[in-house]
């Protein structure tokens, strides 16, 4: 597994193919989990997912916005070359046990809710770690963002009902007895 206090991020362009990476992958995991959720009627949650997807590629186009405006040319980095804090990409769910077709809102909420919460811890070690100032402050930035959208998560679940019933199974698995 990589690490960024074992190999930190130095520079600018490097942090921003991290971020893309991580928002590019977090757009397309958001985006199959939503399809996933419609194929089997579960609306609600796929709108959540939907509505994810979305943030993180506004996310994505800002970060793109950022690097061109700076006029930053970019490093193409191999997948074993990522420097993330847990063996996946931050934003892709290190624990995929927790996704059903039937799940609620609420546990929707809660893998978003865990997803940016890794994100973020991301940038706060890059943070605490790089021996760039540019970067540190960058990734500042990209913490605190990711700490926004924590925040606004924790909003959406605090509105989840409490007694939220899970999705129901029109066409539940057949199992030979």
Known sequence: MNNTSERPIESLEELCAHALELEQESVGRFQQ???????????????????????SSAHMAAIEAQAQTQGLTLPKIPPWEFKWNCPDRPESHC???????LMTATQ???????????AQAFYQSVVEHSPNARVRELAAEMAAEEAE???????????QPADEEPAEDFDPPNMPE
């Open 108 to 118: 929707a909420l809660r893998l978003a809710l865990f997803n940016e919460q890794q």
């Open 33 to 55: 989990l939503a399809d996933s959720m419609e194929v089997h009627h579960n609306q609600e949650v796929a709108g959540l997912f939907l509505e994810m997807a979305r943030l």
């Open 149 to 159: 959208h924590v925040h606004l998560l924790q909003e959406w679940l605090n509105r």
């Open 95 to 101: 624990l995929d046990e927790d996704v059903s077709y």
